[in-house]
């Protein structure tokens, strides 16, 4: 008999019990949906399992469970996940069938648990028109794919499994950004939320996750990262601490430079914002990759910034007034300031000069929520070039 005609079977009751509550049951159909759901895969593994031990089955059993999620809340997928599969196991060993399951999955939880348990996992992606399945733990990765998979297993377990499901990537350096980025992203286009596109924090070691993002086939990956020069560097491109640390400014160029020459060869450009297009994946034709970064603002000439925080600060004079008046700023920092002081007097050095002492990096982010309501807010030109062209489908 299958879970459907127990349940039309007015003779028939499915209740769950409660040893605290004697006497009390509470009737399958009173269930959420997700947890009927659970009960109806539950119900039916032990229909098929009797059914095959009733006619003596010998021969390997494969049993596909399609989107166990429906109706389930995130908590419950991470239990049904890791329990299903010893489940099956316990009704296999004691059936003595051979079984093989598969389960096919829309969930960024079921994925992040699938990883954490070493499941055996394909991702499937249509890209250009094409359906590609793409092995995880592939037998052809070599040592630096299998590394590059190693760094970006991590970030999913730890972070944002919609990694997965997304059509384009937005790399950015850490996690408050994100809060920041996505605003910026409703500001431009609110349709950009609605796009399937993952945010994900990367440092200043994009080159770690790069062999992984581009074996994934992502339609478009934008790299957001921050010029980093050294807080003591006077301006001058000749001058001691015309150096960076950030290690993803090397896409800026397409031959290889030193990172000790990046900021150099950047510089003496003198544009507003740096940008460099190339090809990652040879799934997707044509440029699918984009780095941004900051460049001299159209405000202040003479002032470029190193972070994002002096970036969204600097982007206008308008910027300055409104986050002026929050309590982020010190009181002593002026507009004539982001032009005039160089070195460890620039509004470059956040931490000692631009923001107070109490002020974190997760503090400025929520603030600039409120900041960028305004309609005077200016987006930094290298953040809205790089949006712009994540939002075009070409």
């Known amino acids: 008999m299958t879970i459907d005609e127990w349940l039309n079977k007015p003779q028939i009751r499915i209740t769950q019990k409660f040893k605290d509550l004697e006497g009390f049951e509470l009737p399958l159909r009173a269930q959420g949906l997700g947890y009927q759901n659970i009960y ?35 908590q419950l997928q991470h239990i049904f996940i890791q329990k299903i599969n010893e489940y099956i196991k316990k009704l296999a060993r004691s059936s003595n069938i051979k079984v093989q399951l ?41 040592e630096e794919e299998k590394k590059s998979k190693e760094n970006l297993k991590k970030l999913i377990l730890n972070y944002n499994a919609e990694v997965f499901f997304a059509d384009k990537i937005i790399a950015i350096e850490g996690m408050s950004e994100e809060l920041i980025i996505s ?16 945010i994900i924090p990367v440092g200043t070691h994009f080159k770690s996750y790069e062999k992984a993002l581009s074996l994934l086939g992502f339609e478009k990956i934008l790299l957001i990262t921050d010029l980093d020069f050294a807080k003591n560097w006077k301006g001058d491109i000749g001058n001691e601490g015309c150096e960076t640390t950030n290690s993803n400014l090397t896409y800026l160029f397409k031959e290889d430079k030193e990172l000790k020459d990046i900021l150099k060869c950047i510089f003496e450009q003198e544009k507003d914002f740096y940008t460099n297009e190339l090809e990652l994946s040879e799934k997707v034709d044509g440029v699918n990759f984009k780095i941004v970064t900051q460049g001299y603002t159209e405000a202040f000439r003479k002032f470029i910034p190193r972070t994002l925080e002096a970036a969204m600060i600097a982007a206008s004079k308008k910027n300055f007034e409104l986050y002026k ?25 956040i931490d000692k000069v631009l923001l107070k002492s109490t ?14 309501e305004s309609s005077d807010f200016v987006i930094p030109q290298y953040i809205n070039k790089g949006l712009e062209w994540l939002l075009k489908n070409e």
């Not at 992203?185 to 609605?194: A, E, T």
């Not at 002020?359 to 960028?372: Q, Y």
């Open 40 to 74: 109806n895969i539950i119900a039916r593994v032990n229909n098929l399992f009797y059914k095959m031990i009733e006619v003596d089955c010998r021969v390997p059993v494969f049993i596909v469970i399609e989107e166990p999620e429906a109706f389930t809340h995130p």
């Open 102 to 142: 598969l389960i096919i999955s829309h969930s960024s939880e079921i994925a992040s648990t699938a990883l954490k348990l070493k499941y055996h996992t394909i991702i499937g992606r249509e890209i250009k028109g094409n359906t590609y399945f793409i092995n995880w733990k592939s037998e052809n990765d070599d």
């Open 183 to 198: 605003k910026m992203m409703d500001k431009i286009d609110p349709s950009l939320i609605s796009e399937k596109i993952a």
């Open 325 to 349: 008046g929050t309590n982020l700023l010190r009181d002593q920092v002026t507009e004539i300031d982001i032009d005039n002081c160089h070195g460890e007097k620039s509004i470059n050095n």
């Open 359 to 372: 002020v974190k990096k997760a503090d400025f982010a929520i603030e600039t929520l409120n900041v960028a």
